[in-house]
């Protein structure tokens, strides 16, 4: 096998499984109000309250600007607020209301129920399987910080 047909069956093995795990959760669920990506960010508003955008974008590995639409989103939507600082009145941190919470709760609860088989792979090979994508992606940073 050449190196080209070696990095195509690892690339789009990252994409049949991302693609089953939409399809298990996402598109399945027409009646889930959040996108994957609003969830994300409901999960960490509730673990770590009063984060600013650019925290919550390092968090979710986006950009400020992409994050920016979708905290507006969800602002819209009444599952976030924009408030003061208390450390400094300058700056703005979002924190999830009562809406969020519960929103965030229905979502983990059905995707819980729909990804949980994943925890039937023996833990050693998924310790294993998460050493390697810690590897990929430090390697794919290297060669990023090489072409810049």
Not at 54 to 62: K, P, Q, R, V
Not at 77 to 92: C, H, L, M, N
Not at 119 to 141: A, V
Request: some cysteine; overall charge negative; charged content about 25%.
């Amino acid at each position: 096998m050449t190196d080209t047909h070696e990095v195509f069956y690892i690339i789009n093995s990252f994409r049949q499984v991302n693609q089953m795990l939409f399809r298990a959760f996402w598109n399945e669920n027409k009646d889930i109000e959040l996108t994957s990506i609003q969830f994300m960010v409901l999960s960490i508003l509730k673990e770590r309250p009063a984060l600013g955008i650019n925290e919550i974008a390092d968090l979710c590995h986006m950009g400020s600007s992409s994050m920016s639409a979708v905290v507006e989103r969800l602002v819209k939507g009444e599952y976030i607020v924009r408030t003061r600082s208390a450390a400094d009145r300058r700056s703005v941190v979002l924190q999830i209301t009562a809406k969020g919470e519960q929103a965030q709760q229905e979502t983990q609860q059905l995707w819980m129920e729909r990804v949980s088989p994943i925890l039937e792979i023996p833990k050693e090979d998924l310790e294993h399987l998460l050493r390697i994508h810690s590897l990929m992606i430090e390697k794919l940073q290297g060669r990023e910080m090489n072409n810049l």
